[in-house]
């Protein structure tokens, strides 16, 4: 009898919390959310999680409050989310270098992309341009080609730093290619742009929305870009896939992501929410106006992208030897 009623409680007990989470996840959220960024104030990254979260807190009727958590190439705010409480008061965004290429190019993270994460929904995806100074004799990718053969080791392509997406780019389309080039790293991307427009470098690979205003002044001649097709804002610019170089395919991505172990439920009903607010037309013009691909869609699909990914730019930083500064 005592064990029929020990065992009459433990039941209980179960249900008891079983039903309390059920219900705190229903409720959800009840409070405000933290919305973690990697980087620091004014950047991409920061301007994107701003919006974002300023669209979801009206959906979802709680005050969103966007965090700077930047340091280490994104490590230390994306490390942050990782261990946080899994309740979905804590998410933030998770972003291209720190789930697919910090693993490999730092070695000792104190967070597991793979493990620790909770991908929500992808929000955008931004190809580079490949540009040089105007001045330059390149006018194609195989004039590139041709006079880094001609002489291996003297052109030269600036980056806004080690390990990041310029210098990713540069180095798929060196290992694609079988060219060798020096990489001149910059404390910036606007600081190695500004070089490059200054004729002290040979090219650059960067984001659209960067490098777009440099293209439309004459300041910058844009020589191909890393999407699959050709980018509305650059309708005469080839594609590398167009021009017989589909390996050289780099999109910029980020998007949302939570602690793992969040439950399911509040998963999807972030996701929800972040789809909802990727609809709105000023959001999407914004977007399509820096060039950029709209997200959107399942965690699923989103995590599927950081599996592919993380496997791709592994090879690359591996095959270059990359190291962090």
């Excluded at 065992?7 to 249900?15: C, G, K, M, R, Y």
């Excluded at 669209?55 to 261990?83: D, R, Y």
């Amino acid at each position: 009898m005592i064990q029929v009623i020990k065992s009459l409680l433990v039941t209980s007990a179960f249900l008891t919390v079983a039903v309390s989470s059920a219900v705190a996840q229903s409720a959800y959220p009840n409070k405000p959310i933290n919305f973690i960024v990697p980087y620091g104030a004014g950047g991409g990254a920061d301007s994107r999680s701003r919006q974002i979260a300023q669209g979801m807190s009206l959906i979802l009727k709680q005050p969103i409050v966007v965090e700077n958590k930047a340091g280490a190439g994104g490590n230390i705010g994306t490390e942050f989310i990782a261990h946080a409480p899994p309740d979905g008061y804590v998410i933030g965004m998770g972003n291209f270098a720190p789930l697919a290429v910090n693993k490999t190019l730092f070695g000792n993270l104190r967070y597991d992309p793979e493990t620790d994460l909770t991908p929500v929904v992808l929000i955008e995806k931004g190809p580079l341009v490949l540009s040089v100074n105007p001045s330059s004799s390149f006018k194609t990718v195989q004039d590139i080609i041709s006079a880094a053969k001609a002489k291996p080791g003297v052109l030269t392509f600036a980056s806004g730093g080690i390990g990041g997406s310029h210098q990713l780019s540069a180095e798929l389309f060196k290992q694609s290619t079988d060219i060798d080039m020096i990489h001149v790293p910059y404390k910036s991307g606007s600081a190695g742009l500004m070089d490059l427009m200054a004729g002290n470098v040979n090219m650059m690979f960067d984001q659209m929305y960067s490098a777009m205003p440099s293209i439309k002044s004459g300041k910058l001649r844009p020589i191909a870009i890393t999407s699959e097709k050709r980018s509305p804002l650059l309708p005469d610019v080839p594609s590398f896939a167009e021009i017989g170089l589909p390996k050289v395919k780099v999109l910029n991505w980020q998007g949302l992501v939570a602690p793992k172990g969040t439950p399911k439920a509040i998963v999807e009903k972030l996701n929800a929410a972040a789809n909802e607010v990727l609809k709105d037309p000023k959001l999407r013009a914004l977007m399509l106006e820096q060039g950029n691909e709209m997200g959107g869609g399942t965690p699923e699909e989103f995590a599927a992208l950081i599996k592919s990914e993380a496997a791709k730019w592994s090879v690359v930083v591996k095959t270059a030897n990359i190291k962090p500064e």
